[in-house]
């Protein structure tokens, strides 16, 4: 029935642009990005030959992961898929949210994909799909997925049946879409959709919330002050798939992830946690 009344309240609207806005919303929105790169850098250049980058999972020069390893053996592997509206970044910015799992002995991996409007979301998903089972087949232990904005959207598809093999889904320890979207149907009302080149029947087929409630466990993450359509799309997915979900108080879009570089954050340990 939410799903239902959702539907018919967004129905009105012709233009949800300026709801899926992030940056105008954020002071100093514009520092944040420099900043990421700048931490990150520092970290690869720290870790020198514990930082294996750049390595390749599929065909495309954007088709690559790096590849952090703690001081001694991993205690298992976390993953973290980027965001950008499926249409900017890549691996290189995020480096920095590395620090919390090293510290807590969990080697970790980034990976970078496809870009929209080169391809589709649908082939992004494939994509990401390939690259945990590349990292999968590299490492031992429990694998978890985390994913911000786009990438929890990314992350949240990996549980789809069939979309990753038993093998490497039974080593799937806990799933943390931050932020994610989770219905892309509104997003065909937004500006951007001049890139996804998204319909109806495509929107649905890559939307979470339309999957099988998953077996794997997942916690859906989202900060108390992000955009109202954030916060609906957070819930939706907790809703769909009856999970559990934090609000994070007092975090917007862009630092709701910095949990990540903390090796004592409550995202930490859900992440990491045996």
């Known amino acids: 029935m939410w799903l239902l009344s959702r539907r018919i309240d967004e129905s009105a609207m012709t233009d949800l642009s300026d709801a899926y806005a992030n940056g105008a919303y954020i002071d100093g929105a514009a520092l944040y990005p420099p900043r990421w790169d700048s931490a990150s850098k520092a970290l690869r250049e720290a870790l020198g030959e514990q930082a294996e980058l750049g390595v390749s999972y599929g065909p495309s020069p954007r088709q690559t992961y790096d590849f952090f390893q703690p001081d001694h053996i991993a205690k298992g592997t976390l993953i973290f898929v980027h965001g950008g509206y499926w249409r900017m970044f890549d ?7 590395a620090k919390g799992a090293l510290a807590r002995g969990w080697a970790v991996a980034m990976p970078s994909y496809d870009l929209c409007p080169q391809v589709g979301i649908a082939t992004i998903t494939q994509q990401i799909a390939l690259a945990v089972q590349h990292i999968a087949g590299r490492t031992q232990g429990s694998i978890s997925l985390a994913g911000h904005s786009a990438g929890g959207h990314l992350v949240a598809r990996m549980v789809a049946p069939g979309m990753l093999p038993a093998a490497v889904v039974d080593r799937l ?29 495509m929107a649905r087929a890559e939307s979470p919330i339309l999957q099988p409630a998953p077996q794997t466990k997942v916690t859906v993450w989202v900060g108390s002050d992000e955009r ?26 862009f630092d709701v992830i910095d949990d990540l570089a903390d090796p004592n954050s409550e995202m930490l340990s859900v992440l990491t946690a045996g």
């Open 173 to 201: 320890q806990h799933v943390v879409p931050i932020s994610p979207l989770s219905d892309l149907e509104p997003l065909c009302r937004t500006d951007m959709n001049e890139d996804f080149q998204l319909d109806v029947g």
């Open 228 to 253: 109202p359509a954030f916060i609906d799309q957070a819930m939706w997915l907790a809703n769909a798939w009856q999970c559990d979900q934090v609000v994070a108080q007092g975090k917007h879009h």
């Open 91 to 97: 691996r290189e910015t995020w480096s920095f949210l």
